[in-house]
C-alpha cells in the first residue's frame, strides 16, 4: 500500500509542501507543480489523482487546491 500523500497547510510566503511518508518532494504554488511532483515520485496517474480530487492525497489545514495562506487563490488556474 502506498504512503498517504500530505499536502501541508500554506506558508505565510505561499506554496505548500508535499510530503509522501516521510520524504518531502517540494513546495506546491499550484496543481502544476502538485502534479509535477507526483509524477516525479512515479505516480502513473499524477493529474487524475490531483484533479480528481483523490482520497489518497490528504489536503491539511487549508482547502483542496488552495495554495496561499488564507486559503486565497493559487489553483493553478491562472491562465498563463
Known amino acids: 500500500m502506498m504512503s498517504a500523500i500530505i499536502v501541508q497547510p500554506a506558508a505565510a510566503g505561499g506554496g505548500r509542501r508535499v510530503t509522501v511518508g516521510s520524504v518531502a518532494l517540494g513546495l506546491a504554488h499550484d ?3 502538485l502534479i509535477e511532483f507526483l509524477r516525479r515520485a512515479g505516480l502513473e496517474d499524477a493529474e487524475g489523482l490531483v484533479l480528481g480530487d483523490s482520497p489518497l492525497i490528504e489536503w491539511r489545514g487549508g482547502g483542496a487546491h488552495q495554495y ?3 486559503g486565497g ?8
Open 73 to 80: 487563490g493559487g489553483d493553478g488556474d491562472s491562465g498563463d
Open 68 to 70: 496561499e495562506a488564507g
Open 31 to 33: 496543481d502544476r507543480d
